[in-house]
């Protein structure tokens, strides 16, 4: 016995363009219209992919508290100013790398690990 056992069901273009125009008539909601033509919601979405009607698949509400906007605000401007910080950090180690490439070379050492060692710089 197959798992399976129902109908394959095709659709004409021309019946998948009438479910999609009938959703975009904003009368039923895309499970009313299921029940309605007896099609499943998720075909109805494969439909609007499809048919690139990008205005007919759900969208989604944000509410929000005043609480909460000046929280995001807050933590969108912590995470900027520690962005900054870690380019600035970052920019600080290759200066001083660079540096110590430079002192390396002068003092005639074969790399920048030999005069840390004979330095005691912690890497």
Do not use: C
Request: net charge positive; glycine share 4%.
């Amino acid at each position: 016995m197959y798992k399976n056992d129902g109908y394959v069901r095709r659709y004409s273009e021309s019946f998948k363009l009438k479910v999609l125009a009938e959703l975009s008539k904003g009368n039923h909601s895309k499970r009313q219209i299921g029940l309605i033509y007896g099609v499943q919601s998720s075909t109805i979405n494969e439909w609007i992919r499809k048919y690139d009607r990008k205005d007919l698949m759900n969208t989604r509400v944000l509410v929000q508290t005043d609480d909460e906007i000046t929280r995001i605000k807050a933590l969108q401007k912590e995470l900027k100013l520690l962005k900054e910080l870690l380019i600035k950090k970052d920019l600080d180690k290759l200066i001083n790398d660079s540096y110590l490439e430079v002192v390396a070379k002068k003092l005639g050492y074969k790399d920048v690990q030999e005069l840390k060692k004979n330095l005691n710089i912690k890497p």
